[in-house]
């Protein structure tokens, strides 16, 4: 089962409930029901029957915008029910023939999509108000477990068959997404002993056994499993936190109005621009979701998002990215103080928290990003988010033309990082005391914003060009691989949370297990799923 390069169609992202084929939404009163009813035939690429409610990406493609539909469009719900259309079967986790077939790259992209998604059900629950449930009429494996242990509650059916289970560990010489092995610790605090039986007993764990271990809530009969999954539906319900009145519809995003991609494949370097919006935003909750989805702080993050995951899966041989941004500063500035005024209402909030996905994606997103402020730019508030974000910040120190940055209301935490701090607070770890300082300031010209601490290099107009050239060729040169280890253990700084260890084991183990022979060789357990040879392990410990 070796690696293919063969070229693909372009992945898209874009969907709606009435084009899903893998998953059913039903909203009715306070409870949103997603069932999974995997189609074997339509799986995104050719080559692999979707078997047993396995998933691949385009499976995860539909539950992502289910989880954001649910957000904007259906603000009575209360609480999520995630269940199975099949019987004695929940999902048996990721494709494994998809994985085998496919490029080391878009594993790794894979499995940090999918533990986002998973975030984002989380999220729901912690930010939102809207806690999940999952009903496993049947058995869940690896990644189908992994989706059951980011909803809040877990009912099993006790029918002498349906398990739970992680077998990655004993069939395939991998690791179940790194985030189900974090999640069963860090989340459900499950023993360290226990965890480590589970993880390596391929059949699972099934009844009574699954709840005394902390795998799941409940394990009841199947007489009584409707009526446990009401009950505790019904009680999810009750104690939801959710406060939101207004809804909008979230339309094809379009044509991009705000966010600008240009690819140079010779150099392996994109240009990504970022526009300000104009001077007609709303100015209340109620003229937010009378723009609704054109409003600028929806649009441009969802084609921000958009951009990054074009980036993440149809261009793998970018390694640079510049990010620019062009407007007037005073227009972002006015986005963000409705914004912060507003924070909580409810659509305002989801709003809000839109931002702060997209944002999360940049830092996640295994590319080197250099944002350039040059005269027109426009670094100002949430806009400035992108360049904190940047693992180098350039600001030309010009004569010609006053170039500024701006802090606003939405860089004072509005907008967490993975380690739940914010951008301004982790660049600050030494001198915590610098964060409120630069709060202050307001705008900054490039002199003021390299005292502050915000710029990384500020060259003036005579080295400018040369300086920048020779910092692309430079980066563009260098290892990947190096670059994407190193990348991601500057960006984790700061506190250790459940989210940062998701992503910092994912790009280290699953970056080095999914190349190791163990599992990929010629006689890798991955390899040989499925056919009747044994694997053949190199037996030194790494």
Wanted: aromatic letters at 8%; glycine letters at 6%; a negative charge.
């Amino acid at each position: 089962m070796a690696e293919t390069n063969t070229q693909h169609e372009p992945v898209r992202f874009e969907t709606h409930p009435e084009r899903y084929v893998h998953w059913k939404l039903d909203v009715q009163g306070a409870v949103a029901r997603l069932t999974m009813d995997v189609k074997e035939d339509r799986g995104l690429r050719p080559g692999y029957p979707l078997k047993l409610n396995s998933y691949d990406l385009g499976v995860d493609i539909e539950l992502a915008d289910a989880f954001q539909r649910i957000r904007f469009e259906h603000p009575e719900v209360r609480a999520v029910l995630v269940t199975s259309a099949k019987d004695r079967i929940f999902c048996s986790g990721a494709n494994i023939y998809m994985l085998g077939s496919s490029t080391h790259a878009f594993k790794v992209n894979f499995c940090k999509y999918t533990n986002e998604t998973r975030l984002y059900l989380e999220e729901m629950s912690a930010e939102s108000g809207i806690p999940s449930i999952c009903a496993l009429n049947g058995t869940a494996s690896g990644g189908g477990y992994e989706l059951a242990i980011a909803c809040d509650d877990i009912v099993l059916a006790d029918d002498g068959s349906s398990a739970v289970s992680f077998p990655e560990a004993p069939l395939l010489a991998v690791l179940p997404g790194t985030g189900g092995l974090t999640r069963l610790v860090d989340k459900r605090k499950i023993r360290r002993d226990l965890a480590d039986a589970f993880s390596t007993i391929a059949e699972g764990v099934r009844g009574k056994r699954s709840v005394e271990w902390g795998l799941v809530d409940e394990a009841p009969p199947k007489a009584k499993f409707e009526e446990t999954v009401k009950r505790r539906t019904d009680a999810l319900v009750a104690k939801s936190r959710r406060k939101q009145d207004k809804k909008i519809t979230l339309e094809s995003i379009g044509e991009p109005q705000y966010v600008k991609l240009d690819l140079d494949p010779k150099t392996r370097v994109a240009k990504l621009t970022v526009r300000a919006p104009g001077n007609k935003e709303p100015q209340t909750p109620d003229e937010l979701a009378k723009l609704g989805c054109k409003a600028w702080a929806i649009q441009a993050f969802r084609e921000l998002d958009a951009a990054l995951l074009e980036l993440r899966f149809n261009q793998p041989n970018i390694g640079v990215v510049a990010i620019h941004t062009s407007g007037d500063p005073a227009n972002v500035l006015a986005v963000d103080a409705m914004l912060a005024k507003y924070k909580d209402d409810g659509l305002v909030k989801e709003t809000i928290l839109l931002i702060k996905r997209a944002m999360k994606r940049l830092d996640l997103t295994a590319k080197s990003f250099f944002a350039l402020a040059e005269p027109g730019s426009c670094f100002a508030g949430t806009l400035l988010e992108l360049a904190l974000a940047a693992d180098r910040f350039y600001m030309k120190d010009s004569e010609d033309a006053e170039i500024s940055v701006a802090t606003s209301p939405m860089n004072a935490g509005l907008l967490p990082m993975a380690n739940g701090l914010s951008r301004l607070q982790t660049r600050f770890l030494k001198e915590p005391e610098r964060v409120s300082r630069v709060l202050e300031q307001g705008a900054m010209t490039t002199p003021d914003a390299v005292k502050a601490g915000l710029v990384t290099f500020a060259p003036d107009d005579i080295d400018w060009d040369d300086e920048i050239r020779i910092a692309f060729e430079e980066r563009a040169a260098m290892s990947p691989d190096a670059m994407t280890g190193m990348e991601a253990s500057l960006r984790f700084a700061g506190p250790e949370t459940m989210e940062t260890k998701i992503f910092g084991r994912l790009s280290a183990w699953q970056n080095w297990i999914f190349q190791r022979p163990n599992a990929v060789g010629e006689k890798g357990a991955l390899t040989l799923y499925g056919k009747p040879e044994r694997p053949e392990f190199n037996w030194q410990r790494t």
